[in-house]
């Protein structure tokens, strides 16, 4: 019998979680005005807002939380990160800074540009992240949308479904003159379709018509260790390689990539941003001075710079890989036989409940995969996030609410945080919602919201 996968790691430190009653979880959730972002991080059970900083570190990590080097220029630190992603990743330069999105706004304001000098411009990628749309639309210029549209179907099996479509991206290539498009961006793995890889095939094919119309390309490269390891398991020719060989092969075909190192560098906080052309790294370090700090520290302490050159070498090995991806699929496969409808197939980082599907009688205009969320903390005091309407926002320009293709509940499992009893929780959590889900016909209506990026905020009270 082939032996099934266990993590390659046993528990040294453990941090007590308090389960709440009903009680106190009806209680808590109406005075946070319905907003999951509102709960004190006491009161939820099992959290699952976001993968992002959330996760667990290494013994071998802490160790390099006392050997960090805090001198503000040219840290021994520094130098670890340096190696760690040169050997990794494969770019002689690099600028840390203090998280992903700080990442994006030093590089965009070298190459967008800054104030409104994006007018005009695009950005085409795969369903760009929030933070990336942010910055690339402050700089108003616009981000357009080019993955496949087999990303919109939760039920379609595809196995590459954070791909490019060819056709998509060569259309806006002709359409725009080079001066009007920047870079592109393909983000890996891709968050906003459901944690979806991107393929080595077309990975490669997005460069050489990025190349052929002479577009820079940088990689999105929060998860780009799920990433590879989605092209070792599914992809023709690579369940050979190692998770290394695969990673050196994908960022060979980038001309720089933006990190938000809480995800697969699995540490609390950082960033970094690495090139291979030394021109746009100098433009980039004034700006990096300027918003982060300076060019070998850019917001990051030295024990975080030293625990992330850890992080990314043992984010990049098969077996924690294995267990990691694993454990995200147990949890898909648990609720899928509830006959719960999840994106398929599943993603690296998270399951995406569709919320539509399990509560069709809740009215678009009524929040249905907030109003999930919800359901969930008061059935089990798990937390999840909405990806949804509130996400969406309104129009900017016509204040109108954006009703997006999909509904969806995030549940992002941070990494090396929970075991499957958690899981099986869970799945029990949102399976007993399921059998209620009949009664529930009602959502949320909006008391409060912020004039942009309200669902951090928002405030909601029951529909009536
Ligand atoms: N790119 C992707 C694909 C992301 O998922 C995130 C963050 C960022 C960039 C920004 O990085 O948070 O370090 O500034 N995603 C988190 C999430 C917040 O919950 O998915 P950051």
């Known amino acids: 019998m082939d032996l099934p996968w266990a993590e390659p790691y046993r528990i ?8 709440p009653s009903r009680v106190e979880r009806e209680a808590w959730i109406k005075a946070a005005q319905y907003n999951l972002f509102n709960l004190r991080s006491e009161q939820v059970y099992i959290d699952l807002l976001t993968d992002s900083g959330t996760g667990a570190m290494s013994s071998a990590q802490w160790s390099e939380i006392m050997l960090g080097d805090e001198s503000y220029a040219g840290a021994s630190s520094y130098y670890k990160l340096k190696d760690a992603i040169e050997r990794i990743l494969g770019f002689p330069f690099f600028l840390p800074t203090h998280q992903g999105r700080a990442a994006e706004n030093v590089l965009f304001s070298a190459m967008i ?40 179907d939760t039920e379609l099996d595809h196995p590459f479904k954070g791909n490019i479509d060819l056709a998509k991206l060569e259309a806006v290539y002709k359409k725009y003159p080079r001066q009007a498009i ?43 260790a799920e990433n590879a390891y989605f092209i070792k398991t599914r992809e023709t020719g690579y369940s050979d390689k190692t998770i290394k060989q695969i990673v050196r092969e994908m960022f060979s075909y980038a001309d720089g990539v933006t990190m938000s190192s809480k995800k697969d560098g ?79 197939p599943y993603g690296g980082h998270a399951i995406f409940v569709d919320a539509r599907k399990f509560l069709p009688q809740v009215p678009k205009e009524q929040f249905i995969a907030q109003t999930l969320g919800i ?18 926002d309104r129009d900017p320009e016509t204040h109108q609410e954006r009703y ?56 909601l009270s029951p529909a009536p």
């Not at 793995?189 to 459901?194: E, K, M, P, V, W």
């Not at 490669?204 to 119309?213: E, I, N, T």
């Not at 359901?375 to 969406?392: C, D, K, S, W």
Request: proline residues 3%; contains cysteine; charged residues 20%.
């Open 266 to 344: 699995i540490v609390n906080i950082g960033g970094f941003i690495a090139f291979r052309d030394q021109e746009l790294f100098r433009q980039c370090c004034t700006f990096n001075i300027m918003f982060e700090g300076f060019i070998t520290y850019g917001g990051m302490a030295g024990r975080d710079m030293g625990a992330l050159s850890v992080g990314l070498d043992e984010a990049t090995e098969f077996d924690y890989l294995e267990a990691r991806v694993g454990q995200v699929a147990y949890l898909g496969r648990k609720l899928t036989d509830s006959g719960i409808v999840v994106q398929r």
């Open 182 to 224: 920047p870079l592109c961006v393909l983000t890996i793995t891709c968050n906003s379709s459901g944690g979806q890889p991107v393929s080595m095939a077309n990975i490669k094919a997005v460069a050489a018509l990025s190349r052929q119309y002479h577009i820079p390309l940088f990689f999105d490269s929060a998860r780009f």
């Open 404 to 459: 997006p293709a999909l509904e969806l509940l995030r549940l992002a499992i941070p990494r090396r945080t929970y075991t499957n009893s958690h899981m099986d929780y869970i799945a029990a959590a949102l399976a007993n919602v399921k059998e209620r889900a009949g009664g529930i016909r009602k959502g949320f209506v909006i008391k409060w919201e912020a004039p942009i990026m309200r669902h951090f905020t928002v405030e």
């Open 113 to 152: 540009g800054v104030g409104d000098a994006g007018q005009g411009k695009v950005v085409p990628g795969n369903s760009h992240f929030d933070t990336t749309k942010g910055h690339i639309e402050f700089r108003h210029a616009k981000a357009i949308d080019c993955t496949i549209d087999e990303a919109f």
């Open 375 to 392: 359901e969930l903390y008061r059935e089990g005091g798990v937390r999840g996030v909405e990806i949804g309407t509130l996400l969406a």
């Open 12 to 19: 040294k430190t453990i941090e007590p979680i308090y389960r």
